[in-house]
């Protein structure tokens, strides 16, 4: 039997043919699983709290004199430096001086600003007449009313000038008390934990080193350098480092109140 091409093309067939085999190809391709893209989480920003540790004194400025000639300005830059060294890890720290120069006291609040500080700490061992005073004395700045003859905000004709009433500069450091006090009393209670001195309290006083930050700021008086008994322990490495610990789990402490 003979078989002729009859000319006629049968495009539906074809088409039913093509779409099976074009089926019997995807099934015999081995499908890839890919792994679903995973869901990008935002890890929380760790911001760094700064500190600022102002040592006192320095250069041509002696501070207090032991009476074996121990100088204040030795002393609180040694402490200020143990504190950057213990907190650097995990905190910014910077030094109003990292060696032994004059700044002005108006700098050291400066700089305070300048870094944003979240806290400043001026570093004292002080002094007193005949040898007498000892102890350790906490201090944050004393805030001024109008009382004492101070102006706490400027004057302004237009009214809604008058509305924002701008803080004085020199008064900034008034909305920080409260932080002040509370950072000054830590302070206060790890270095009597610590050290166990002659406990002269936490107080207040009109001081021009703390009065223009803008942060809470205390002062401390780690002892009496000009008392002889006092002046012997500030010469041991091992007080110093106590001093500089003891600083250090207070502000810990305070963050951990003021996160």
């Known amino acids: 039997m003979s078989y002729r091409y009859s000319g006629i093309f049968d495009y539906r067939s074809a088409a039913s043919h093509l779409a099976w085999l074009v089926l019997l190809v995807l099934a015999c391709v081995p499908t890839t699983a890919y792994p679903a893209q995973p869901t990008l989480v935002e890890e929380p920003v760790l911001v760094r709290k700064v500190i600022v540790v102002d040592p006192g004194h320095g250069g041509h400025d002696l501070g207090a004199v032991g009476p074996s000639g121990l ?62 005073g000892r102890g350790t004395v906490i201090f944050y700045h004393r805030h001024r009313n109008t009382d004492s003859g101070f102006t706490p905000y400027r004057q302004y004709k237009n009214s809604w000038e008058i509305a924002e009433k701008p803080i004085l500069w020199d008064d900034i450091q008034g909305k920080h008390t409260a932080k002040s006090q509370r950072l000054a009393r830590l302070v206060h209670r790890h270095l009597l934990g610590r050290l166990s001195p002659d406990d002269k309290g936490v107080r207040e006083a009109p001081l021009l080193v703390l009065q223009g930050a803008d942060v809470p700021a ?18 041991k490495p091992e007080v110093m480092s106590a001093a500089a610990e003891a600083i250090c789990e207070a502000i810990r402490e305070y963050f951990n109140e003021y996160p």
């Open 71 to 132: 100088t204040e300005k030795v002393v609180t830059l040694s402490i200020a430096r143990k504190i950057r060294d213990i907190l650097s890890v995990s905190h910014e720290v910077h030094l109003t001086r990292d060696d032994d120069y004059s700044v002005a006291v108006e700098r050291r609040t400066e700089l305070a600003n300048h870094y944003r500080a979240d806290i400043f700490i001026s570093i004292h061992a002080g002094g007193a007449f005949g040898h007498q």
């Open 218 to 235: 205390i002062l401390l008086e780690i002892a009496h350098l000009s008392h002889p008994a006092e002046e012997a322990e500030l010469r």
